[in-house]
């Protein structure tokens, strides 16, 4: 089956944002956000100086990939989207073009994305890697320099301007060539045959590095998917915007819902606002009755656990 079969039979997949925000969970220095959890070092201004910090004492013990792939195939998923990358720039496997890295940087060195790969490979649940190819706050030449603020607490930028505050001079060809796009080689060649690849928030991206990327992609695993926030018009099936729901029936186009299950992706402790187990029954078959897939999120904590409420919606979803 190629991969443009495979998504239309899909349907339904989980999507995973985990990494050192989730540490914070959504709290710094006596204070809380309102925004999504893994936009927590942006919307503090949080020096990578402490923030890397947080690596020192990540030692999630209580990871258990067959664990979240068993809870997937209970929810009646088909596919999994990990992030391999955020934001922030902590690569969640073992990366060697940076030791910023879960193995390289915390007590736990353990390679989470091999575990998860072998656990999917072992229950039939496809795997997809999320990675963020512009915006990494770590790196002095991350992107986002042209989108200027953001919508997160209204005085927040995308690019990371309290570290490296001379946005004249930042050159994302720099970050481009020496960690993006040998990172993403990494996870193309080193995790076995992905489903998907999914890029996030284009701004700087040139259309000759969106084309480097995408020929990556192809070269290295021909009937792996890339959704259309590589940039630059690419893409070989479109992402719908954070929570849209369409209406419209979207017939041969190939396209999916990214959602979250609370009001974040990344995990924050005191957002409780789940959704039903009936209520994502409907998104789901309002989606998928419009050729939509569903990819509905979750946020595990630092200890490495899904939520238990989010556990328990899931396999009542499913029926389990």
Known sequence: MNGREWFKQAKFGMMIHWGLYSLPAGEWKGRRMDEIGEWCQQYFRIPNSEYGQ???????????????????KDAGMNYMVFTSKHHEGFAMYHSKVSDYNICDATPFGRDVLAELAEACYKHG???????????????????????G?????????????WDFPDDAHKDFSICFRNKIKPQVEEILRNYGDLCLIWFDTP???TPQQS??????????QPQCLVNSRIGNGRGDYSSAGDNEIPDD?????????PATLNDTWGYKSFDNNWKSAARVREIKEHLNSRGINYLLNVGPDYLGRIPAPAADILREVGGN
């Open 211 to 220: 084309d480097e990327l995408y020929d990556m992609v192809k070269k290295y």
């Open 203 to 205: 701004a700087d991206i």
């Open 125 to 147: 649940l496809r795997l997809g890697l999320y990675y963020s190819q512009e915006l990494d706050w770590h790196e002095p030449h991350g992107g986002g320099v042209s989108r």
């Open 149 to 161: 603020k953001t919508w997160c607490g209204g005085k927040a930028y995308w690019t990371n301007n």
């Open 54 to 72: 947080l690596a020192h004492i990540f030692n999630p013990i209580l990871f258990n990939a067959e664990e979240w792939v068993k809870l997937a």
């Open 249 to 257: 029936d979207k017939g041969d186009q190939l396209f999916e819902t």
